[in-house]
């Protein structure tokens, strides 16, 4: 099993939906989380980072679920310039974060 | 806030002749850092990491290496390049405060090997 999955999609939905990714991870010993999002031949960029408790910034929702060990990222009335790769993070007591493969979303009018 | 400077943006080589990417960090004192590639269309792939001056670890044995001869500055190189060695690599800093920081990452370079 991967240390870090994500459904690679792509997920085409209108604009104004609302869509949902989650990533699962193996280490039940991970600590910190975070969203990415990576656009085509770009670099990754810090979306967000996913707290115990949940956060939200805008229309984005980042959401913890540890018991079943997967992290979430909701995002509300899409936009089209929310088209991107979206990469979830993984840290677990060490300097090396481990990155799922990514989930490639498609927003289209 | 971290800036994270990458150059070149793209370049071209031959098979079979050396590589230096450079990597400087604006920002923050004793960051960690990290050099990855990503093929295209796939994830990324942690190539090399730093803790320190002169602390290098290596992810994936390779013709590839890595140096950090001052704080804030990270260079890959290589003596010999391969076609496998074609794709964007990336930089990475992150505060060396504690373990739990995100990354932040440069503008990356397109590596093309003909």
């Known amino acids: 099993r991967k240390e870090v999955e994500q459904d690679p999609g792509p997920f085409n939905v209108p604009e104004g939906a609302t869509v949902a990714f989650n990533c699962t991870y193996s280490?039940?010993?991970?600590?910190?989380f975070f969203w990415y999002r990576q656009d085509c031949r770009k670099e990754p960029k810090l979306l967000m980072s996913?707290?115990?408790s949940g956060n939200e910034d805008g229309r984005f929702t980042a959401q913890l679920n540890r018991a079943s060990q997967y992290i979430s990222l909701l995002i509300r009335d899409s936009k089209l310039s929310d088209s991107a790769t979206y990469l979830c993070?993984?840290?677990?007591?060490?300097?090396?974060?481990?990155f799922g493969r990514g989930t490639s979303l498609i927003v289209h009018p | 806030s971290q800036t994270i400077h990458q150059w070149p943006a793209t370049l071209v080589q031959p098979v079979g002749s050396p590589l230096s990417l450079e990597c400087t960090v604006e920002?923050?004192?004793?960051?960690?850092l990290y050099w990855y590639r990503q093929a295209a269309g796939r994830g990324l792939q942690l190539l090399f990491y730093?803790?320190?001056?002169?602390?290098i670890s290596s992810e994936v044995p390779q013709n590839l290496s890595a140096s950090r001869p001052q704080d804030r500055q990270f260079i890959l190189s290589s003596k010999k390049l391969l076609l496998s060695d074609s794709g964007f690599y990336l930089c990475?800093?992150?505060?060396?405060?504690?373990?739990?920081?995100?990354?932040?990452f440069g503008d990356g370079t397109r590596l093309s090997i003909l």
């Open positions: 730093s803790v320190g001056i002169g602390q």
């Open positions: 990475a800093a992150a505060s060396g405060e504690s373990w739990d920081q995100p990354q932040h």
């Open positions: 280490n039940s010993a991970s600590q910190s």
């Open positions: 920002g923050t004192s004793n960051p960690n």
């Open positions: 996913v707290y115990s």
């Open positions: 993070v993984v840290i677990a007591g060490s300097y090396i974060p481990t």
